[in-house]
Structure formats: C-alpha cells, structure tokens
C-alpha cells in the first residue's frame, strides 16, 4: 500500500509536530509519523525560555498557563545571583512543562488543524535516488511524499540512514534528568548550580539544574560536557542522586522518580543535514545550545524555517545547512568553542568564580538563548563580534557540512 503527501515529517517531538503544524497551515498534505504512541516521555528538562515560549505563542498553543517564571537563579563557588529574563525580547516570561504533555499537545494541535498522524511504528528502508528520496516504509506502508522534514531526535536513526553524521570529537553533552515532589514547585524561578561536584569532590564540566513546573513537582537534572578525546568520566544517573541529595532540604525534595539519561550533540557538529527533497532539523540537527543544553527553543524555529521553504522546488542540499549556518552558524561556533574549554577539568574551578561575579544580565541572556539579531546594545555586539572571529578562526570546523 502506498500513501502520497505532500510534505512527511518523520518525529513527532516539540520540532516535528511544530512542522507538521506549519506545515499544514500552509496547505500541505501532511503526515506526522513517529515510532512511539502518545503520550511518551523523553529526557529533557522541560525548561521553556522567552525564545521557546514565543515560537509556541506564534503557533497558538497555550502552555501551561498556570505557571510562568522571571528567569534564572545561578548558584555556585559561594554565590548565587538572579538573572530576570530580559526585557528585550518579544517574549519575557518563561515555563516548564513535563515532554510527555508538551509534546502530545503539539501532535493533537497539527492533528486538529489537518495532519495525518501514523505512531506506533518507525520509519525505515529510505530508497533515495541520488540524494532525493523517494520512498520509505511505515510498517506495511510505502510513503511518497514530495518533501521530508527529519526531526527524530538526537540519536536520528533514520537521519544516519540518509547520511547524516554527528562529530564527537565538538562537544556534546551527557545528561540524566528525574521529577521530584516539592512544595516549592511554585517558584518563579529556574535555578542552575552551575558548581557540580561529584562525590569525591571534584567539580564536573557542566550543571545541575531544577526547574519548577507549578504542579507539585520539580524536573531535577544535571549534565556534563564532553569530547571523544575527553570524555566526561562521570556516571549522570549517580551523579543526579547526589545533586538531589545536596538539595533535598532545602527543596524539600521527594525522592526522584522517572530517572532518564541521554547524550546529545551540540552546536551543529553534524554533517549531511539535507538532500534534494529533504531536511533535517531540531535535536537531529545538534540545534542545541552547547552552554546550557537547551534545544527545544531551537527546534521550534527550524520547524518554522524549514517550512517557509517547502514548495519551492529548490534542491535543499546546500539550502538548508547554508540557511543553518546564516541564523545560528556564528553564535554556535563560540559557544561550541567556550563549551570545549569546560571539558578541561582544571578551567572550571578558576573561571567559575569570576564568572558567577559579573553582570548576571549577559548570563542570563546566554544562557536563555535570547539574544536576537535586532539586538544593538554592548553585550549583543560583542557576542557577534566574538562569533565572527571564532568562526574565522575555526573555519575547518564541521558546521552543518555537506559530502554529498
């Protein structure tokens, strides 16, 4: 049996049903296919910065209107700091919400406007011609569609049977994440430790992190960085039991529960992204930032830029890592580059410190992904003028490549 489309979306996460949904809004006939039925979870911690609650506001998807935050609170080497999100942005609150509801009220949302959904089976046997691909199976069915949009996540099984390649020798992240009981799950405030100790006391490249949801828990997790040369030797799942074991009182923590662990790649060190008729996006894509995990925001947005480009019958090959590379190439590059210098143990312990000492505004908007391209003020500058120089500095760096 054969089922035509015009556009086939392949993941059914926040960037798959987000495309799925644009997708359909712009008249194509869509179909919406992931191997897991709906509800299901994924690690992930949840957090909704401004970046991310604005693309899901342009959709008209309401988000757990019960709970919003006003930034971050970083903590670490003997002193913490409030970050409020910035006033900048077109979007200046943030929330969390649990990936198992997230992303089922994505896939109801492009269902209602029009997608075909197929869960519950994956997508396997592409038959490409060329680098255009021109069927692939669901189970008993054969799909044609004119365009596919990959989105299936970090691991990308189906994206590595079409080429795609992830680079472990850029920095990519390990993370393990949990829910815990607390009576504070109301806080307006998502908090980062970013001094993450093991239990011999040695401080780990990356943070731990609790974000309320507003529904009587919280999402508790921690994350470290690494590289093929440098691994990250630390166990996440011990690693999270020992963090919430630091927090439980003053949290008032219940035990954790739903412990997930996953490695994801970052910054965009993957290469063959695209082909003629297709395009990969979102996690699959290491559309993550590598200073503080966050993908979900990302994904959103290349769910909408890879749909304003469907229908216009250009070979996507070079299009869509080069549309990448123009949006998120530069700003990338140096965070993948400050990320890179975390992995060395010894960085972390001297830098911390001065660093948790500065302006918490330029922290706050890093780390929340929020500075845009219509931003002129100091810090935004900077932050170009540091991501050309990288850029140019580490131009034979994989971002978003192409060896077809």
Same mark, same amino acid.
């Given at each position: 049996?054969?089922?035509?489309?015009?556009?086939?979306?392949?993941?059914?996460?926040?960037?798959? &049903?987000?495309?799925?949904?644009?997708? @359909?809004?712009?008249?194509?006939?869509?179909?919406?296919?992931?191997?897991?039925?709906?509800?299901?979870?994924?690690? +992930?911690?949840?957090?909704?910065?401004?970046?991310?609650?604005?693309?899901?506001?342009?959709?008209?998807?309401?988000?757990?209107?019960?709970?919003?935050?006003?930034?971050?609170?970083?903590?670490?080497?003997?002193?913490?700091?409030?970050?409020?999100?910035?006033?900048?942005?077109?979007?200046? !609150?943030?929330?969390?919400?649990?990936? %198992?509801?997230?992303?089922?009220?994505?896939?109801?949302?492009?269902?209602?406007?029009?997608?075909?959904?197929?869960?519950?089976? #994956?997508?396997?046997?592409?038959?490409?011609?060329?680098?255009? *691909?021109?069927?692939? $199976?669901?189970? !008993?069915?054969?799909?044609?569609?004119?365009?596919?949009?990959?989105?299936?996540?970090?691991?990308?099984?189906?994206?590595?049977?079409?080429?795609?390649?992830?680079?472990?020798?850029? @920095?990519?992240?390990? &993370?393990?994440?949990?829910? +815990?009981?607390?009576?504070?799950?109301?806080?307006?405030?998502?908090?980062? %430790?970013?001094? /993450?100790?093991? !239990?011999?006391? @040695?401080?780990?490249?990356?943070?731990?992190?609790?974000?309320?949801?507003?529904?009587?828990?919280?999402?508790?997790?921690?994350?470290?960085?690494?590289?093929?040369?440098? #691994?990250?030797?630390?166990? =996440?799942?011990?690693?999270?039991?020992?963090?919430?074991?630091?927090?439980?009182?003053?949290?008032?923590?219940?035990?954790?529960?739903?412990?997930?662990?996953?490695?994801?790649?970052?910054?965009?060190?993957?290469?063959?992204?695209?082909?003629?008729?297709?395009?990969?996006?979102?996690?699959?894509?290491?559309?993550?930032? #590598?200073?503080?995990?966050?993908?979900?925001?990302?994904?959103?947005?290349?769910?909408?830029?890879?749909? !304003?480009?469907?229908?216009?019958?250009?070979?996507?090959? *070079?299009?869509?890592?080069?549309?990448?590379?123009? %949006?998120?190439?530069?700003?990338?590059?140096?965070? $993948?580059?400050?990320?890179?210098?975390?992995?060395?143990?010894?960085?972390?312990?001297?830098?911390? #410190?001065?660093?948790?000492?500065?302006?918490?505004?330029?922290?706050?908007? /890093?780390?929340?992904?929020?500075? =845009?391209?219509?931003?002129?003020?100091?810090?935004?500058? /900077?932050?170009?003028?540091?991501?050309?120089?990288?850029?140019?500095? $580490?131009?034979?760096?994989?971002?978003?490549?192409?060896?077809?």
């Amino acid at each position: 049996m054969v089922e035509h489309y015009d556009v086939a979306v392949i993941g059914a996460g926040p960037s798959g &049903a987000a495309a799925a949904l644009h997708s @359909v809004r712009r008249g194509f006939e869509t179909v919406l296919i992931d191997s897991a039925e709906f509800p299901r979870d994924k690690t +992930c911690g949840d957090g909704l910065t401004p970046r991310g609650l604005h693309q899901l506001n342009q959709l008209g998807v309401e988000v757990n209107s019960s709970y919003r935050n006003k930034g971050l609170k970083l903590h670490g080497f003997g002193t913490s700091a409030t970050a409020p999100w910035p006033s900048t942005y077109p979007c200046v !609150e943030g929330t969390a919400l649990q990936r %198992h509801r997230l992303d089922a009220l994505l896939v109801d949302a492009s269902v209602a406007a029009g997608a075909h959904l197929l869960t519950g089976e #994956p997508a396997t046997d592409p038959r490409l011609e060329g680098n255009r *691909l021109v069927e692939f $199976r669901v189970g !008993e069915k054969k799909i044609r569609a004119k365009e596919v949009i990959v989105a299936d996540g970090v691991r990308s099984t189906f994206g590595q049977k079409l080429g795609r390649i992830w680079h472990k020798g850029e @920095v990519f992240g390990i &993370a393990a994440r949990s829910y +815990c009981e607390s009576p504070f799950s109301d806080e307006p405030w998502m908090h980062s %430790h970013v001094e /993450l100790r093991d !239990e011999e006391g @040695v401080v780990q490249p990356g943070y731990g992190w609790i974000f309320p949801i507003g529904d009587g828990s919280v999402n508790l997790g921690c994350g470290a960085l690494s590289t093929n040369k440098r #691994p990250a030797k630390v166990n =996440t799942k011990k690693l999270l039991s020992q963090y919430a074991s630091q927090q439980r009182a003053e949290w008032q923590l219940g035990d954790e529960k739903f412990i997930t662990s996953a490695a994801l790649p970052m910054g965009g060190a993957v290469s063959n992204v695209a082909g003629a008729n297709w395009m990969i996006i979102g996690d699959a894509a290491a559309c993550v930032n #590598p200073l503080n995990g966050e993908g979900i925001d990302y994904g959103l947005e290349t769910a909408a830029l890879a749909t !304003e480009i469907l229908g216009t019958n250009k070979d996507l090959t *070079l299009v869509w890592p080069d549309l990448l590379r123009q %949006h998120y190439g530069e700003a990338f590059m140096l965070a $993948r580059t400050l990320a890179r210098v975390l992995t060395y143990p010894q960085f972390l312990p001297l830098a911390g #410190p001065i660093g948790l000492r500065g302006p918490m505004h330029v922290a706050a908007r /890093l780390m929340g992904n929020l500075i =845009t391209d219509e931003d002129r003020d100091f810090t935004a500058r /900077l932050w170009r003028t540091a991501g050309t120089a990288v850029s140019t500095a $580490r131009a034979g760096s994989p971002l978003w490549d192409s060896t077809f």
